[in-house]
C-alpha cells in the first residue's frame, strides 16, 4: 500500500507534471514574475468558471477576506458577524481592521452559521455578515441573503474551503459558492481544492464599482500609476502561481468528483454506526468535500482523542478541525470574546475529526483507514 497522507500534492504533481514545468519554465523564461499574462488569463479563466463577472487576484486568502472589507467602508466598531466554528483568518482580520467580531453559533449537521443564532446578534451597530462555507458545503445562502437585504448588510462568503461548489436555490437554478453574497473571497493555500504551489488568493464580485474599488485597494489603493487615492495594500498573486492555478483549474472538477467518490466511500463504510457520524450533506448544495470530518456522537471523554492516537500509529494521518474557536481564543480576548455562549460550537470542536481526503486516495488506502477506525470501536 502506497503511505497514506492527508493531503496529496505529490501524486497529482507526476500526473501533470508536462504541463506544470512547461507552463513554469515559460514564465521564468518570459521573466514576467509579476503581473504577467498568465495573471490576466488565470483571473479570466476563473471568472468564466464561477460565472462571475470580477475575479480579483491578491496573495492570500487572508488578504482576500482583508480587502474585501476595506472595499465596503466598513468603519472603527462596526460590528461583522461571523461563525466562531472557523479558521481563525475570517475572524482574525475583522478584529484587524478594527471592527468588532460578533460570534455566531453554526448548525450541529452542517457545520455552517445558524441563520437562528445570526438573526439574533444583528444590532443596528451591524454591518456585514461573514458566511464560512466550512470544509466544502455551503451555507444557507439563501436565508443569509434575505437577513442582509431585510437589515441592509453586506455578505462576504469566505469561500475559501468551497471552490467549485454549487448552491441551488428553491426556483431551481444555481450559482457556484462564492458569487452570491456581495463578495466571495477565495485561498489558493496548496492544500486547498484549487491550490497553487504556494500562496494566493482571490476576490469576486458581479458589482462593477466595487471591483474597481477592490483592484485598487489591492495595488496600494492606485487609481493610476503612482496616484494614491486611499490606503491600500500591496497583494498580488504572482505569475508563476497563476500559470499552475490556470492548470489545476481545468482538472478542479474532475477532482471535486473524485473528492466526492472518497466521500461516498467513507460514508458507506461508517453507514449506521453507532459512534460515527458522517458528513450531512445539505440538499441545496454540492458538497466539493475540502475536508472529510467525522463527529464522534459520544460523551465519552478523550474518545476523539485517543481515535485520532490510534489511527496515527497505525500511520493514519488526521486532524482536528480545529481545536479552539475563535470566540475561545486568546486573541479575541480582548473583545470579551468567550462571553459568547456558543454551545453547539464548543460541542462540536470537542468531537469533529477530519479524515484524509484527496483525489489521488485509492482503494486499497480507503479500506484500511475505514477498517482501523472501525476497529478502533470494536476494541472497546
Ligand atoms: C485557508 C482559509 C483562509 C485563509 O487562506 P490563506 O490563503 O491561508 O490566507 C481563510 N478562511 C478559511 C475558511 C480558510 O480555510
Excluded at 35 to 57: E, T
Excluded at 128 to 139: D, E, N, R
Excluded at 143 to 172: P, R, T, W
Excluded at 366 to 371: C, D, V, Y
Aim: net charge negative; aromatic share 10%; glycine share 4%.
Amino acid at each position: 500500500m502506497r503511505p497514506i497522507q492527508m493531503v496529496d500534492l505529490k501524486t497529482e504533481y507526476q500526473r501533470l507534471k508536462k504541463e506544470i514545468d512547461t507552463a513554469v519554465i515559460e514564465v521564468i523564461e518570459s521573466a514576467a514574475f509579476i503581473n504577467g499574462k498568465p495573471v490576466q488569463d488565470f483571473s479570466k479563466a476563473l471568472a468564466q468558471y464561477l460565472n462571475v463577472k470580477h475575479v480579483i487576484p491578491c496573495a492570500n486568502g487572508t488578504d482576500a477576506l482583508q480587502i474585501a472589507m476595506m472595499a465596503l467602508g466598513l468603519k472603527q466598531g462596526d460590528e461583522v458577524i461571523t461563525p466562531s466554528f472557523t479558521y481563525i483568518a475570517t475572524t482574525e482580520v475583522v478584529a484587524l481592521l478594527s471592527l468588532k467580531p460578533i460570534f455566531v453559533e453554526v448548525d450541529k449537521q452542517t457545520f455552517n452559521i445558524n441563520i437562528d443564532s445570526l438573526r439574533k446578534a444583528i444590532t443596528p451597530k451591524t454591518k456585514a455578515i461573514v458566511p464560512v462555507h466550512l470544509y466544502g458545503q455551503s451555507c444557507d445562502m439563501e436565508a443569509i441573503m434575505e437577513v442582509a437585504n431585510e437589515h441592509n448588510l453586506f455578505v462576504i462568503e469566505d469561500n475559501a474551503q468551497s471552490i467549485g461548489g454549487d448552491y441551488y436555490f428553491k426556483d431551481g437554478t444555481s450559482k457556484k459558492t462564492g458569487t452570491i453574497g456581495t463578495i466571495g473571497t477565495t485561498s489558493f493555500y496548496p492544500a486547498k481544492n484549487l491550490g497553487a504551489y504556494g500562496d494566493g488568493g482571490a476576490i469576486f464580485t458581479n458589482d462593477d464599482a466595487l471591483a474597481q474599488q477592490l483592484m485598487m485597494i489591492a495595488n496600494h489603493g492606485q487609481s493610476k500609476r503612482y496616484y494614491h487615492d486611499v490606503v491600500g495594500c500591496n497583494s498580488r498573486l504572482d505569475t508563476l502561481q497563476a500559470a499552475i492555478l490556470s492548470i489545476r483549474l481545468q482538472h478542479l472538477d474532475e477532482n471535486i468528483n473524485a473528492r466526492i467518490k472518497v466521500a461516498d466511500f467513507y460514508d458507506n463504510a461508517f453507514k449506521d454506526h453507532a459512534v460515527i457520524k458522517t458528513p450531512f450533506r445539505d440538499k441545496n448544495n454540492k458538497h466539493v468535500f475540502h475536508q472529510y470530518t467525522l463527529i464522534l456522537n459520544s460523551d465519552k471523554a478523550g474518545l476523539r482523542d485517543e481515535l485520532s492516537m490510534y489511527l496515527s500509529e497505525n500511520k493514519i494521518p488526521n486532524m482536528i478541525y480545529y481545536p479552539v474557536p475563535g470566540h475561545r481564543q486568546k486573541m479575541f480576548e480582548s473583545f470579551d470574546a468567550a462571553a459568547f455562549n456558543l454551545p453547539i460550537t464548543d460541542w462540536l470542536t470537542e468531537r469533529v475529526i477530519s479524515l484524509p481526503m484527496h483525489p489521488e486516495l485509492d482503494e486499497e488506502q480507503l479500506s484500511f483507514i475505514t477498517q482501523t477506525t472501525l476497529n478502533y470501536f470494536n476494541r472497546n
